[in-house]
């Protein structure tokens, strides 16, 4: 009699683990980001626009807290990592530094990114990323660099008679160090992904949405 309650607990208890890892993978699958690889919609190539971009960081999921299963907004509230940021033309401080056909550079408030490329649109390791991001309960600002053998590339278009030049980009970057201290962390456990498109004028002249900078 003992013996078939024994059983009956393991079984009990092993059902009801069952019930938990399937609920914590349902809720990763409904909270996962989208694939690496699906690109933002390319419409700065329409030249008939004003400056803009957009840019998403997508995190690794190993390198998220309890396994990426909170929400963004919660992750955010405490300092902790989020799924993703974005970061677009009409983000505070936001403006196109820089624009031709081998590269891209955009900023905004605490953001800097320089995506740079080869005559094959091949990213190359003058690229990287400085932003804030939460780690730990801590706000820190990282600067982000591709790994040795650089992961990504820069597509660009231009239009007859015009001076606009559109594209977008998709880079890993897999180092990374604290950009007040210099020091570099142990973070992130696998490549983040970045991400987006653009349009801007190849004038060399800084182009943003605020006034300051038009």
Known sequence: MKKRIKTSLIIVALALLACLVGLVGLVWFLSRPDKPDELIAESALDTSQSPSFEVRVVVPRMGLPFAGILPDSLAKKYDLTPRELRLDHASPGASIRSVALDGIELSADGWNLLVKADAEGQVT?????????GLGGNQVTLDCRPADRPVGNLHTTTRAGSDFIGGRF????????????????????APLTIRGSFVGQSAGRRQGSDKSSN
């Open 170 to 189: 998709i880079v890993e970057l897999a180092n990374c160090k604290n950009a007040d201290s210099g020091k570099t962390i142990d973070w992130p456990p």
């Open 125 to 133: 390791s003058g690229t990287h990323l400085v932003f804030p991001l």
